[in-house]
């Protein structure tokens, strides 16, 4: 009776973004990259086996306990904020950033201050031998930095059992692309080897109730290497963000099932490590240079902490052929909307000139709420007046030309009364919503189209 089985069916995978194909091509078609579709072997399901034991029952919300959800702040108040109080025991957190941005030292910080709270910590490095990491150690202004338990390796199993035996409470892989498991064929890296590597140690850090760092690298366009998925797989996305010639470094949790996303921590680079930034608007604003035309301060409140960063803007006559428009932590494609919306709909002669703007301290800028300032730093610039020193600007700009109302005016407003400013244009629709208390002590320079802005204001 007993039927041959079939020939196994081959199935292919993006190494890129994990999508699957059922034959081979050049180039994948949910992603768009070349040459990384590959032969997909299917990793083992021991992990799945282990987990159910197939005694979990359902019960009602209420009782469950919330004891479930133990955090352990690392005493990092920056990292903590970002990641909503700190890691969660039997959570894991991915942390991608371009290379020498200092994942490796943040971790390995937090791990320090862990450790000295009287944590049991461990440190997987398969990027870097013990004695580099013990090199950095010593660099940083940890004390509890050299309690940290060290295991280098590119073994997936090493890292397991080092897990299961020392048993710590909070660990760090990095990198999670540097780990294989022996038991499949495929280089490290490939999307088969880190959806194993990765759902194992995940699953054991839920067992063993670890709060598990995974450091992740992140592909040019500032993506985490390797399929989506692990992004789904683990619990909070941290992105750690800055450009690398500048000491700011921005720690943004993308996702987060513990916590609020979009928070951010701010660090700067020193000597000894990273410090954490508590006061980040002074620091951004402190080299403004004064009555210079082309820069305008704007808040931005993407987190719960609104921040004050100051925009540039340089508008210079085009030499050859097409304009230029070079952009550094703002973002290029809406620079090239304002530039058409300032030329169509604000009567300014723009198109044909180069462009140059950026966000000062190596933010990145991209929220639409600084689009009424980047424009005003635009026509600061095309005019050579200066904007006023103690305005500040915030508002979205349509293609009609209309300044929209942005989220969070009130604590934009309250950020920049703070640093000392006095005056705030805004679109009308915000000003209209806003408390006395919001609006107390600083001037309202309500405006409901980004040509009567420029008009006020120049
Ligand atoms: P690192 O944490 O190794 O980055 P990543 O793991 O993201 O690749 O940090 C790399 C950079 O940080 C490196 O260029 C040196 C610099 N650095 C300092 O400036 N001060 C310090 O105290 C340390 C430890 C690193
Ligand atoms: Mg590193």
Redesign the pocket.
């Known amino acids: 009776m007993a039927t041959k089985k079939k020939k196994k069916k081959v199935a292919y995978e993006c190494s890129a973004c994990g999508a699957a194909h059922a034959r081979w091509v050049g180039r994948c078609g949910t992603c768009g990259e070349w040459n990384s579709v590959d032969e997909a072997k299917a990793a083992p399901t021991q992990a799945s086996k282990e987990r159910s034991g197939g005694t979990s029952k359902a019960r009602p919300l209420r009782e469950v306990d919330l004891e479930d959800a133990e955090r352990l702040p690392t005493g990092i108040g920056e990292l903590d904020r970002a990641l909503g109080g700190g890691p969660v025991r039997g959570g894991v957190i991915l942390l991608g950033?371009?290379?020498?941005?200092?994942?490796?030292?943040?971790?390995?910080q937090a791990l320090a201050a862990l450790s000295q709270a009287g944590n049991e910590v461990l440190y997987v490095t398969g990027?870097?031998s013990a004695s580099q990491v013990a090199l950095?150690a010593r660099?940083?202004?940890a004390p509890g930095a050299l309690d940290v338990h060290i295991l280098a390796t590119t073994e997936l199993q090493d890292a397991e059992n080092a897990l299961i035996d020392g048993s710590p409470t909070v660990a760090v892989i990095?990198?999670i692309q540097t780990l294989r498991d022996s038991e499949l064929s495929n280089a490290p890296g490939s999307v088969t080897q880190l959806r194993s590597v990765a759902s194992r140690l995940i699953d054991l850090a839920k067992r063993r109730r670890i709060a598990l760092f995974l450091?992740g690298h992140v592909t040019k366009d500032g993506t985490i290497a390797g399929p989506k998925v692990l992004e789904h797989l683990v619990d909070t996305v941290l992105a750690?963000e800055g450009d690398?010639t500048h000491?700011f470094r921005i720690v943004r949790a993308n996702k987060n099932r513990f916590g609020p996303a979009q928070e951010i921590g701010i660090f700067e680079?020193?000597?000894?490590?990273?410090r954490e930034v508590p006061d980040p608007s002074a620091l951004f604003l402190a080299e403004r240079p004064d009555a210079t035309s082309g820069s305008v301060v704007a808040p931005i409140a993407e987190a719960t902490r609104p921040m004050l960063v100051e925009l540039q803007a340089l508008v210079a006559p085009a030499a050859y052929g097409a304009p230029r428009r070079v952009v550094t932590g703002v973002d290029g494609n809406r620079l090239a909307i304002l530039l058409a919306v300032l030329e169509r709909r604000a009567r300014m002669r723009i198109l044909d000139r180069d462009v140059f703007a950026s966000a000062t301290g190596g933010v990145r800028a991209t929220e639409r709420a600084l689009d009424l300032p980047l424009a005003l730093a635009v026509v600061s610039s095309l005019k050579d007046v200066p904007m006023d020193p103690e305005t500040v600007a915030f508002g979205e700009v349509g293609l009609a030309g209309e300044v929209r109302a942005v989220p969070r005016p009130g604590a934009r407003i309250a950020e920049a009364r703070k640093l000392g400013f006095r005056r705030i244009v805004l679109p009308k629709a915000n000003a209209n919503t806003l408390n006395p208390d919001e609006k107390e002590g600083v001037e309202l320079i309500p405006v409901q189209a980004l040509a009567g802005a420029i008009a006020k204001m120049f």
């Open positions: 950033g371009d290379p020498g941005i200092g994942k490796s030292t943040l971790l390995m990027e870097e950095r660099r940083l202004d990095d990198s450091i750690f690398p000491a680079m020193a000597g000894v490590g990273l």
